[in-house]
């Protein structure tokens, strides 16, 4: 079985920096890409970032020149790096991993197989 772990989430001000941390345990995945969503409450789980090992990065509008991922192929590992976070940027923030290509690109939840549990990131205004 694999199991994604998130870490790095917290409580930061407007403006402030978090770098939240993504690794794969368990059963070694192939991995063609792996990404972050996250969820505010009482709205749908929406894409934020995703990696192709291809070296290939994907980014939601309202992230774009403010967050930044990176991770590592070989170690099913993935970073994002948040800066100038805003209000908005509150919810949960999860990580996943892809164990094939996507027709649909990495965009959407089901293009997917693995996710974790994750972390809470709440900005202050």
């Known amino acids: 079985q694999v199991q994604l772990v998130e870490s790095g989430g917290g409580l930061v001000q407007a403006g402030g920096s978090l770098r939240l941390s993504c690794g794969a345990s368990?059963?070694?995945?192939?991995?063609?890409?792996m990404g972050w969503f996250r969820q505010a409450p009482g709205k749908e789980r929406e894409f934020v970032a995703a990696v192709r090992w291809n070296g290939h990065t994907y980014y939601a509008d309202s992230v774009k020149g403010r967050f930044t991922i990176s991770g590592d192929n070989a170690k099913n590992t993935v970073y994002l790096e948040m800066n100038s976070l805003k209000p908005e940027d509150t919810a949960v923030y999860y990580c996943?991993?892809?164990?094939?290509?996507?027709?649909?690109?990495?965009?959407?939840?089901?293009?997917?197989?693995?996710w974790g549990q994750g972390t809470q990131v709440t900005v202050s205004s």
């Open positions: 368990g059963r070694t995945i192939r991995s063609y890409a």
């Open positions: 996943a991993a892809a164990s094939s290509e996507s027709a649909s690109g990495w965009g959407a939840p089901n293009a997917y197989d693995y």
